[in-house]
């Protein structure tokens, strides 16, 4: 399961006033924010069998170690994103060919073969952005903080990343909004409510 808060964030200079709060970093043991190149790729049979579904299914360079993601379900409701997740470490030869079998074993797997086993993936979107993250412990969750820079590419146009997102780790879902609420009112941050996927589907014309 996949807990977060989503802001957006417009300018340079409130994600790097976000990044050197002295609050958060009174409650992170790191000695500087950790920046983390990444490229995702989105996948989906041709008549889109996953997004009938309500999976997202993605191959992500987070650095130079790719993984393979499955989210599905779940709602947003003023920036809080809650919903289901698969990650698994993958190698370069499934990166170029990948498939939804990498999560056999798993929960959820009947309803991802049903959607898309043994059929043809193809390329849907792709982003690449830099994220820079704190991990943050309260003492009663811990949380990375992250600020997210760059693009989502799609054949029907692409828009911008400017994100904040402060996602639950472990313990408390209530501190760890909290925490989200008090960055907000702190540097004006506006809740959102759809995930870059999400926004990548708006720009091809499909929604979710």
Do not use: W
């Given at each position: 399961m996949e807990i977060e808060?989503?802001?957006?964030?417009?300018?340079?200079?409130?994600?790097?006033?976000?990044?050197q709060d002295a609050?958060?970093?009174?409650?992170?043991?790191?000695?500087?924010?950790?920046?983390?190149?990444?490229?995702a790729v989105?996948?989906?049979t041709e008549d889109k069998a996953l997004l009938k579904m309500q999976f997202a299914f993605?191959?992500?360079?987070?650095?130079v170690l790719p993984v393979a993601t499955m989210k599905w379900g779940g709602d947003a409701v003023?920036?809080?994103?809650?919903r289901g997740e698969l990650n698994v470490t993958v190698n370069e030869e499934f990166a170029a060919a990948p498939n939804v079998d990498i999560f056999r074993g798993s929960e959820i797997y009947d309803e991802i073969f049903e959607a898309a086993g043994g059929r043809t993936l193809i390329p849907v979107m792709e982003m690449e952005f830099v994220r820079r993250q704190i991990h943050v412990d309260t003492g009663k969750s811990i949380s990375v903080v992250s600020c997210d820079q760059g693009e989502i590419r799609t054949t029907g146009?692409?828009?911008?990343i400017s994100e904040v997102e402060v996602e639950?780790?472990?313990?408390?879902?209530?501190?760890?909004?909290?925490?989200g609420n008090e960055l907000a009112a702190k540097y004006n941050l506006k809740?959102?409510?759809k995930s870059k996927y999400q926004r990548g589907l708006e720009l091809l014309g499909f929604t979710e």
């Open positions: 808060l989503k802001y957006l964030v417009e300018d340079e200079f409130t994600r790097e006033r976000i990044l609050h958060l970093m009174k409650m992170s043991d790191e000695e500087e924010v950790e920046t983390i190149p990444m490229k989105y996948y989906d993605r191959v992500r360079y987070e650095d003023d920036g809080l994103h809650q146009g692409n828009a911008q639950l780790y472990s313990g408390d879902q209530e501190d760890m909004i909290a925490l809740p959102c409510n």
